[in-house]
């Protein structure tokens, strides 16, 4: 489905010049770089990598981090190409730093018969907006030294962060793709939060989301709200509206309270555990 509002926003929102300088500084440094972290989103493995990206360092080992797994229902098919984890649990800080040390140890051992005897080596991690890189960052650090938020566009240059004797990592800005061809890739980046909601009708978001459970999660759906049944979208507004009393003074839906409510419920996980793609 042909879809202009989506076209118009890519054009004056998606990718703004900070984008375009946040690429041309990735490949200033591509060289300099040992291994690439590209985070991605548990509940949107596919629709969250940014192959634009991950093809400016083909030459570079590239380990791919699924972030969001407390939200996700986790493909174990996927589970020796990507490691999945939940930035809530300290366990993972373990699984990641000796999944990095796996991918050095050749160079390790190397770099120490050429007299390194502590070697050190840049990490740079890579991502859509507000995909958790930040996030993933201080997490390793374990300490709140990068600002993160739950919106797009926090980070707006380069940082580098010592994590630990052998390792420096590079804090990146998130770069969406140039184009986005598929309309429902457009609606599930909205959902996980890569795209602000603002740039787009959140009429057409929630209806996909909503379309989503409705087929994927009926029961939950209706549980979580606490309805007996639902024919289709426009019947879910009417029922949840009654039920919670979102009513204006003119008597009316308080649509704006409604798709407030119901986006942060899709997309901070309240229905339930999903996958989007």
Not at 177 to 189: A, E, H, M, R, T
Not at 214 to 224: E, G, Q, T, V
Request: charged content about 25%; proline content about 2%; hydrophobic content about 40%.
């Amino acid at each position: 489905m042909k879809n202009n509002l989506i076209d118009n926003s890519l054009k004056i929102n998606w990718f703004p010049g900070h984008m375009k300088k946040a690429t041309d500084e990735l490949i200033s440094i591509a060289k300099n770089v040992d291994l690439i972290i590209e985070v991605i989103d548990a509940r949107a493995i596919q629709s969250s990598s940014n192959q634009e990206i991950t093809k400016i360092f083909q030459q570079k080992p590239i380990l791919k981090i699924a972030l969001k797994t407390d939200y996700s229902i986790v493909n174990n098919s996927n589970s020796d190409e990507i490691l999945f984890v939940s930035l809530k649990e300290k366990k993972f800080k373990n699984l990641i730093i000796k999944k990095i040390y796996e991918i050095f140890d050749k160079k390790i051992q190397k770099d120490k018969i050429k007299g390194l005897v502590v070697p050190k080596y840049t990490i740079l991690v890579v991502g859509l907006p507000n995909i958790g890189k930040s996030s993933l960052i201080n997490y390793l650090k374990n300490k709140n030294i990068l600002k993160v938020q739950n919106y797009p566009g926090v980070t707006k240059k380069q940082q580098l962060v010592s994590i630990n004797k052998n390792f420096d990592i590079i804090d990146t800005p998130g770069i969406l793709f140039k184009k986005i061809d598929d309309i429902n890739i457009g609606y599930k980046l909205v959902l996980i939060n890569c795209i602000k909601k603002e740039v787009v009708t959140l009429d057409h978001v929630l209806r996909f989301g909503f379309n989503h459970f409705y087929k994927n999660h009926f029961n939950s759906l209706l549980n979580y709200y606490k309805l007996q049944d639902i024919k289709n979208y426009d019947d879910f507004v009417q029922q949840v509206c009654l039920s919670k009393k979102w009513i204006t003074k003119d008597n009316v839906f308080d649509i704006n309270r409604f798709e407030s409510q119901i986006f942060n419920d899709f997309s901070l996980g309240k229905i339930c555990k999903t996958n989007f793609d």
